[in-house]
């Protein structure tokens, strides 16, 4: 039995998750990757999950089914449209899935405490972003401090960390670490609408926000865009 601390790890299939994980094996974490199958309109992001989870030694990986889509108010889990004009400042797009980072860290701290790992992972970032609610630095101190009152192991004083490796990096920033970890960004997904032949859309905000990180650092972006970003 290895004596490395296990973390759990939200593993959605996209890149910054990815890198997330990394992170978090080259600290010496054993791995328990977590995904949501949230019924979400780019359910190829579960592939690449598995992908990466192989590719980066998870010991397990749960895809955990969890249907948003019976609550909706979500471009990727309703029948909205996905944006594609670009990314608006200081307005919190349609397909922000509501209260998504509370639901999934909460699966991730409710198998935390049953497998004993005490550390989670999350790929959050507030720099190059689309401007979620969850994903800010107030969000996850807040999820931390009711980590630790709400369950057995944080009120005896065996604490839960929640780690966000990525919260102030710039998407080139995050494109070269996946670089400097030697992953493979092709294995990740990233588009909010996938065109029928499985390619990235190049036209939603996300798509964008990859692009514009790979560009800045230099590096190619290995996935194929149906349209120039």
Not at 140 to 163: L, W
Request: one cysteine or more; glycine letters at 8%; charged letters at 20%.
């Amino acid at each position: 039995m290895s004596d490395k601390p296990l973390a759990v790890v939200l593993l959605s299939g996209g890149l910054d998750s990815m890198v997330a994980a990394g992170l978090a094996r080259e600290a010496g974490f054993r791995l328990l990757a977590l995904t949501v199958d949230y019924n979400q309109r780019h359910r190829v992001e579960l592939e690449a999950a598995a992908r990466i989870a192989a590719a980066l030694g998870a010991e397990r990986h749960i895809v955990l089914p969890l249907d948003l889509s019976r609550f909706g108010g979500s471009a990727l889990t309703d029948d909205i449209a996905v944006p594609k004009a670009g990314v608006e400042a200081d307005v919190i797009p349609v397909t922000y899935v509501p209260a998504r980072n509370t639901i999934f860290l909460s699966l991730c701290l409710g198998w935390a405490e049953a497998a004993g790992a005490r550390d989670l992972f999350i790929g959050v970032n507030a720099l190059d972003y689309s401007g979620y609610p969850d994903c800010r630095p107030d969000f996850i101190a807040a999820f931390e401090t009711m980590a630790n009152v709400a369950t057995k192991a944080g009120v005896e004083g065996d604490r839960f960390t929640v780690h966000t490796p990525l919260i102030a990096l710039s998407k080139a920033d995050i494109a070269q670490e996946a670089e400097r970890l030697g992953l493979d960004a092709g294995m990740s997904w990233s588009c909010y609408d996938p065109t029928p032949d499985g390619a990235h859309c190049g036209l939603c905000d996300s798509c964008r926000l990859r692009a514009k990180g790979f560009a800045a650092a230099g590096l190619p972006d290995p996935i194929r865009y149906a349209a120039t970003p």
